[in-house]
């Protein structure tokens, strides 16, 4: 088996540039000739100007047969991990994808294999059954599942909502939005009493340093979000234009902020609170005053997933946001560097995770 597993595992190594028109032929046979993962300044975003990337090679790692054919790969997209008062170098696992001719020799446990060597921490949302089964072999932790909301805020929209979450729409409806209304304007009302206000900018500036160093602390696991990362992960981003940022003020002080993208979801208007980050006691007024700007812009509802510490199913219903049966599965592996928190990693009441972790808000549905 180690002589296979070498022979495998010699056909294997990171991208380098001569690579790349090899890679997206496979990449065209494996997800369409639409995806994501084809569109050149996706690619380079994503893969060459993350500021944590190591080096110049990029977190992605090819695998190709005796005649030299991709047929296979392994991305990642690093990320700096606050835990335990340090950082860690990590990264989120992403794309791992085989050609179906190859699924059951091990390449793609290989594949990973060398991809989670490099990191001393390694994450993945939207884990599959299989994919899970084999992780778990490998070592990795299963934190369960990131809960996935919509927030509906007009009447077609809660219509979808509740269409959504199986439940039946027309009672929903009936009684559901005068509901609705009700939770926001107690809600916003709650933001207001709080003195808590959104100052909506064109681009994140230092004031961002100010708002990590203010808030990470009340979060046990989280990926930096300081200023660099955000206008890597927002301004620089492909249509950055999609992005609405904000930032939250309470009593006159700099305390968090939003950043709200807008699309659709078939043919409905909507938008994704794709990040946040604010002391827990602002949460509510954070997302009561996210719903009003969503409103205000002509959404039909506001969908997010989130895994927090201080955000329970109980408090997100509270805040009028219906849960999804569709959820993403995360887990984590701590690999020998990252030992003295690999008992925190492995609680999931301790992490922070938004859409804007890994690839969560493409995998979605904004278009």
Not at 124 to 129: E, F, R
Not at 171 to 184: F, K, N, S
Request: charged fraction near 25%; proline fraction near 5%.
């Amino acid at each position: 088996m180690s002589r296979y597993t070498d022979r495998i595992r010699a056909h294997i190594r990171r991208l380098q540039p001569e690579d790349l028109a090899d890679l997206r032929e496979f990449q065209r046979r494996q997800f369409g000739p639409q995806a994501l993962q084809l569109q050149e300044g996706h690619h380079h975003w994503l893969f060459t100007r993350n500021p944590y990337i190591e080096g110049t090679d990029p977190q992605l790692w090819i695998y190709r047969d005796k005649e030299g054919v991709v047929q296979g790969q392994q991305a990642g997209i690093p990320y700096l991990l606050q835990a335990g008062g340090k950082s860690w170098r990590a990264s989120w696992g992403i794309d791992l994808a085989v050609s179906p001719r190859y699924r059951t020799r091990g390449v793609g446990a290989i594949l990973s294999d060398e991809y989670v060597r490099t990191n001393m921490v390694t994450t993945a949302a939207g884990i599959t059954d299989a994919a899970r089964k084999s992780h778990r072999r490998a070592g990795w932790r299963d934190l369960g599942t990131i809960p996935l909301y919509a927030r509906p805020l007009t009447r077609e929209g809660i219509r979808a909502g509740f269409r959504e979450s199986r439940t039946i729409g027309r009672v929903a409806t009936a009684v559901g939005y005068p509901l609705l209304q009700i939770l926001e304007r107690l809600c916003l009302s709650l933001a207001r009493w709080k003195r808590a206000r959104l100052e909506l900018v064109e681009q994140f500036d230092q004031r961002s340093d100010t708002v990590w160093e203010r808030t990470s602390c009340y979060y046990p696991l989280l990926g930096r979000r300081d200023l660099e990362y955000l206008r890597w992960r927002f301004d620089t981003a492909p249509h950055p234009e999609r992005y609405q940022r904000y930032y939250l003020y309470h009593r006159e002080r700099l305390s968090g902020y939003a950043v709200i993208c807008y699309g659709y979801r078939g043919d409905r208007p909507a938008a994704v609170l794709t990040d946040f980050l604010c002391p827990p006691d602002l949460q509510t007024a954070l997302f009561a005053l996210c719903i009003e700007s969503c409103r205000v812009n002509g959404a039909n509802d506001l969908h997010c997933a989130v895994l927090s510490p201080h955000l329970s199913a109980r408090k997100m219903k509270l805040l009028g946001f219906i849960p999804l049966p569709m959820r993403s599965r995360f887990m984590a592996l701590a690999g020998s560097e990252a030992a003295p928190i690999a008992s925190l990693l492995a609680n999931a009441r301790m992490w922070f995770v938004t859409m804007a972790d890994s690839d969560m808000e493409w995998m979605y549905f904004l278009t």
